[in-house]
């Protein structure tokens, strides 16, 4: 079975950094992509940033150039760097993995994310 556990997060000031952390485990054929997405408390759930199997990467307007999204394959983890921290960044923050089952179907897990709260 596939698990996804997030971590990293807590409470920052205005401008300070996090680095949240995305562990995968169980087996899976193949990996598509895994994305980190956010709920503010009494929004909806947004994208934030992805990072694809063949390398590619893509963030939402609204991080770009501040949070950076990477992997370390041998550990099955991808990271966000997040710096320059605002207050409209308070959220929870979930990762995502999409991939292909053992048993050849495409599916989609998520973890209990981790929440981010940056203060004025």
């Known amino acids: 079975q596939v698990h996804v556990v997030e971590s990293g997060g807590g409470s920052v000031q205005t401008g300070g950094s996090l680095r949240l952390s995305c562990v995968r485990s169980?087996?899976?054929?193949?990996?598509?992509?895994i994305g980190w997405y956010r709920q503010a408390s009494g929004g909806e759930r947004e994208f934030v940033a992805s990072?694809?199997?063949?390398?590619?990467?893509n963030y939402a307007d609204h991080v770009a150039g501040r949070f950076t999204i990477s992997s370390d394959n041998t550990k099955n983890t991808v990271y966000l760097q997040m710096n320059d921290l605002k207050p409209e960044d308070t959220a929870v923050y979930y990762c995502?993995?999409?991939?292909?089952?053992?048993?050849?179907?495409?599916?989609?897990?998520g973890g209990q994310g981790t929440q981010v709260t940056v203060s004025p």
């Open positions: 995502v993995a999409d991939f292909v089952a053992v048993q050849g179907s495409r599916r989609t897990y």
């Open positions: 169980g087996r899976i054929r193949s990996l598509n992509n």
């Open positions: 990072i694809h199997s063949d390398g590619r990467i």
